[in-house]
């Protein structure tokens, strides 16, 4: 593409008013919060999909990121005349986003989003610079340089994961796709679509996984329980007055390392919710990001403390019960029940930690309750607006009430199926880390 093929377009022509050009302008930002929106919407389905958790957290990192742009746009482009009313997304972009997300496998699916959709997207913020006005139009140009900072980073920090995957056919086919609307921008000449195009995304509907990715971690039902030999959480330990801070600070690392779970099955309901204001997609990439900063909590800290992660089992109950929920009810599950409810023991768990005048554990644990409050509000906010969504009429507190009946039933079910990978000689149990614990 070339921004001085546009300059002889349509675009050149309009540039010559000064309300066109205004108005042109805006229409970009529009197109631009449209991707980032849609971006955000579905790049999540990739990040149950993929195994490493490195690369997890990357990708909420960015999801986060993107939510930025695009509410930074919004605000921006409703301060011009030409960006348009409401926050839909056009179909023309839905199709495309909705063919990257039937990616066959998730390297396929990284590569689409990180070699075809996000290099476009970039591109269209150069472009864009290319051709508004420096002055006139500072104020987004100035945000502009910096999202063109961030997808330039974004794609440094994903290239180690993409050099790992060969290149494939199914970039070209959604490269195909893009090119057929002329780029993001519409900058190049639009060409048609060649007939026998196969539109996966017309073909199969969109399913989550079952169960979520951990790749080569070893995985189990629940690090939750009452014995010491099965699990490396024992509830009455936690709670216990007796039992040594040291002890307390391992078994909360590892809870905080299994907010991955949240992070996997939050993930689910971007995807699933694709008409709701874009502020509630806005705050659940935020919740989504500060799960998996809580989850990284653990994961950074365990190995300092003597943990080897390789022995650590990862908890996928939560996840397996939740995707066969309504979006509704695992929204309601998240914020009414399991974050609202954590409040009491993780109040008792501070306490404790602070015996061991260990700052960093202190300052972690604060942030990780400052964020779970926000987590609560946001639940109060959105829960209504996604039981809209999908024609739930009762009232919020019925509602929860016969989510929470429900999900013990469908516990019942789905729930204990995940037999553990590891023997209990090689997996990491309450037991092991009291011993660990003596030693740090
Ligand atoms: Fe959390
Ligand atoms: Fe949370």
């Known amino acids: 593409m070339s921004s001085t093929s546009l300059r002889t377009g349509s675009r050149a022509r309009s540039a010559t008013g000064r309300m066109a050009a205004v108005q042109e302008m805006a229409s970009l930002q529009r197109l631009l919060f449209e991707i980032?929106?849609?971006?955000?919407?579905?790049?999540?389905?990739?990040?149950?999909?993929?195994?490493?958790?490195e690369l997890k957290y990357l990708l909420c990192q960015h999801c986060w990121e993107s939510a930025g742009h695009a509410r930074f746009l919004r605000e921006r482009g409703r301060e011009?005349?030409?960006?348009?009313?409401?926050?839909?997304?056009?179909?023309?972009?839905?199709?495309?986003?909705?063919?990257?997300?039937?990616?066959?496998?998730?390297?396929?699916?990284?590569?689409?989003?990180?070699?075809?959709?996000?290099?476009?997207?970039?591109?269209?913020?150069?472009?864009?610079?290319?051709?508004?006005?420096?002055?006139?139009?500072?104020?987004?140009?100035?945000?502009?340089?910096?999202?063109?900072?961030?997808?330039?980073?974004?794609?440094?920090?994903?290239?180690?994961?993409?050099?790992?995957?060969?290149?494939?056919?199914?970039?070209?086919?959604?490269?195909?796709?893009?090119?057929?609307?002329?780029?993001?921008?519409?900058?190049?000449?639009?060409?048609?679509?060649?007939?026998?195009?196969?539109?996966k995304a017309r073909a199969t509907p969109y399913q989550h996984l079952a169960v979520c990715n951990r790749g080569d971690y070893p995985v189990c039902s629940s690090v939750f329980s009452e014995d010491p030999e099965e699990t490396p959480i024992v509830r009455s330990w936690l709670e216990d007055?007796?039992?040594?801070?040291?002890?307390?600070?391992?078994?909360?690392?590892?809870?905080?390392?299994?907010?991955?779970?949240?992070?996997?099955?939050?993930?689910?309901?971007?995807?699933?919710?694709?008409?709701?204001?874009?502020?509630?997609?806005?705050?659940?990439?935020?919740?989504?990001?500060?799960?998996?900063?809580?989850?990284?909590?653990?994961?950074?800290?365990?190995?300092?403390?003597?943990?080897?992660?390789?022995?650590?089992?990862?908890?996928?109950?939560?996840?397996?019960?939740?995707?066969?929920?309504?979006?509704?009810?695992?929204?309601?599950m998240m914020t009414m029940e399991f974050e609202a409810g954590s409040f009491p023991t993780k109040a008792r768990v501070?306490?404790?930690?602070?015996?061991?005048?260990?700052?960093?554990?202190?300052?972690?644990?604060?942030?990780d309750r400052n964020d779970e409050q926000n987590h609560v509000r946001y639940g109060h906010r959105w829960l209504p607006e996604i039981m809209k969504a999908f024609g739930e009429e009762r009232p919020v507190g019925n509602f929860v009430e016969a989510t929470r009946a429900r999900f013990e039933e469908l516990a019942k079910i789905h729930g204990g199926q995940i037999p553990h990978s590891l023997e209990p000689a090689q997996r990491l149990t309450g037991s092991k880390l009291r011993t660990l614990s003596e030693a740090t």
């Open 241 to 332: 007055p007796e039992t040594d801070a040291r002890l307390i600070r391992l078994m909360v690392y590892v809870w905080l390392m299994m907010e991955l779970d949240a992070v996997d099955y939050l993930a689910t309901v971007f995807y699933d919710t694709p008409d709701v204001p874009f502020d509630l997609h806005f705050d659940l990439a935020r919740h989504l990001w500060d799960e998996s900063r809580h989850s990284q909590f653990g994961y950074r800290q365990l190995p300092r403390l003597g943990v080897d992660l390789g022995a650590l089992e990862h908890s996928l109950d939560l996840y397996a019960i939740l995707v066969q929920m309504t979006p509704p009810e695992r929204y309601a």
């Open 80 to 199: 011009l005349s030409g960006f348009g009313k409401g926050e839909a997304v056009r179909d023309s972009f839905r199709m495309l986003f909705e063919e990257a997300v039937r990616a066959e496998s998730p390297e396929d699916g990284l590569a689409g989003f990180y070699r075809v959709l996000k290099p476009a997207l970039l591109e269209a913020y150069r472009e864009y610079i290319a051709l508004t006005h420096h002055l006139a139009d500072w104020p987004s140009r100035h945000l502009v340089e910096e999202f063109i900072a961030d997808e330039e980073r974004h794609g440094a920090e994903m290239a180690p994961y993409l050099e790992k995957i060969p290149r494939g056919s199914w970039e070209e086919h959604l490269a195909e796709a893009l090119a057929a609307l002329g780029g993001f921008l519409e900058q190049d000449p639009k060409g048609d679509l060649r007939d026998d195009y196969e539109w």
């Open 350 to 367: 501070m306490d404790r930690i602070r015996e061991l005048n260990d700052f960093e554990a202190d300052t972690l644990l604060a942030f």
């Open 36 to 53: 980032e929106r849609e971006f955000v919407r579905t790049v999540t389905t990739l990040i149950y999909r993929v195994g490493d958790i």
